[in-house]
């Protein structure tokens, strides 16, 4: 096996593995034993659980921002219907199994008080998310101040989701984005 094919392996079980149970959850014998990598071949790509988790938040990123520009690219042309296409992006995921919230907001939540490494990932992310929003906010000839509104909504979504199990939560993100949206574009 090539090096990338066993560090997907080993990413594709992290990944599993820490959104089920958790960052902190889970060792390093339990990651070798889900990606059926030795241990030493492990640590040779990955030297500390540090850089495992860094490299799952960053494939995470990747999905995230490919999930999210497809949904909008689906939405069309009406920039409207592209800024409310997030949300409906948000009620998908929110529907798979096995959905349990953010994987940034549970990476902070369980790391961020003790791996500065992770609260900067977990920053970046978050901050890529608004100025996708506030793109999105200006094609929309809204004011600025209506992304950060449209972007704590969907956060707020997310992590209401995870704990509440309720996909529709998507819905009434989204009926409050239709409203801040009609207000700022009529102001």
């Known amino acids: 096996m090539t090096e990338e094919t066993v560090r997907e392996q080993i990413l594709a079980a992290a990944e599993e593995l820490y959104y089920r149970k958790g960052y902190a959850a889970v060792g390093m014998d339990e990651l070798r034993a889900a990606s059926g990598v030795s241990l030493r071949r492990l640590y040779s790509l990955f030297p500390a659980k540090t850089d495992i988790v ?33 949300y409906g992006y948000l009620e998908d995921w929110f529907c798979t199994d096995g959905f349990r919230g953010c994987a940034f907001i549970n990476a902070f939540g369980e790391l961020g ?8 990932i977990v920053r970046a992310h978050k901050a890529s998310f608004q100025a996708y929003m506030a793109g999105l906010v200006i094609d929309a000839g809204a004011p600025a101040s209506l992304a950060a509104q449209l972007s704590i909504l969907a956060e707020g979504a997310q992590s209401t989701a995870a704990i509440s199990g309720d ?21």
């Open 113 to 120: 008080g003790t791996n500065p490494e992770v609260v900067a």
């Open 54 to 86: 860094k490299a799952v938040l960053d494939r995470k990123h990747g999905e995230w921002e490919a999930g999210l520009n497809g949904a909008v690219e689906d939405a069309g042309v009406d920039a409207r219907a592209r800024l409310l296409a997030v």
């Open 167 to 187: 996909s529709a939560v998507a819905v009434q993100a989204r009926d409050a984005a239709e409203v801040l949206i009609s207000a700022a574009v009529a102001s």
